[in-house]
Nanobody, 127 residues
Framework: QVQLAESGGRLVQAGGSLRLSCAAS????????MGWFRQAPGKEREFVAT??????????YYADSVKGRFTISRDNAKNTVYLQMNSLKPEDTAVYYC??????????????????WGQGTQVTVSS
């Protein structure tokens, strides 16, 4: 069982930056791939970014909508994954969730590939 706790969400103006954090329990954090998803009001939860496990090389993948603006990273010593968000837009407003993917998967953008989820943190971008 893995428990996840997101933090860092808040109200920010368009063009601003935020860094989200997700702290994970467990002693095998480095062996997990981690992902960030988001869900806007009235919309389905969507993939934002993922970073593979350490043995997977820490490779990152991004949704086209955030590529070049968001950066996912991890600190295995702190059991924490981050999402640095720059040049924020009103359409980035959503609840952001982090998730754990235990198995290797090429379908990293699919929600059902993830095994554990956090409770989410609200990001609101004002225009």
């Amino acid at each position: 069982q893995v428990q996840l706790a997101e933090s860092g969400g808040r109200l920010v103006q368009a063009g601003g930056s935020l860094r989200l954090s997700c702290a994970a329990s467990g002693r095998t954090f480095s062996s997990y791939s981690m992902g960030w998803f988001r869900q806007a009001p009235g919309k389905e939860r969507e993939f934002v970014a993922t970073i593979t496990s350490s043995w997977g090389g820490g490779t990152t993948y991004y949704a086209d909508s955030v590529k070049g603006r968001f950066t996912i990273s991890r600190d295995n010593a702190k059991n924490t994954v981050y999402l640095q968000m720059n040049s924020l837009k009103p359409e980035d407003t959503a609840v952001y969730y982090c998730a754990v993917r235990v198995r290797h998967s090429v379908s990293y953008y699919v929600l059902s590939e993830y095994d554990y989820w956090g409770q989410g943190t609200q990001v609101t971008v004002s225009s």
